[in-house]
């Protein structure tokens, strides 16, 4: 009967123990939750110049980055990325065919 008592005592224990840690685990990755969508928080307009006669091909979109994959009237290949919180271009790399 003894035995009894004390598995009953150490699995109520247990459970306390469990239900604790389950709620500071919900409660960390609560606090640790990512920042609203930038979508949502809109930004300023800002013009995106593209060499004159460039197509967009294709366009990827990031959590904070968008890249146009650009064709250049040469016949050149270039990506944009752009920044979506400020609608701001970070930056050009130019795509070249190997030797």
Known sequence: ????????????????AGFAALVAVIAGRVSHRAAAPTAARGFATAAIDIPR????EAMAAGPDRIVLALMLPGGGRQLVVIDMATGARIGTIDLHAAP
């Open 53 to 56: 006669d460039a197509r967009i």
């Open 1 to 16: 009967m003894r035995a009894l008592k004390v598995m009953v005592v150490v699995m109520g224990v247990v459970i306390v």
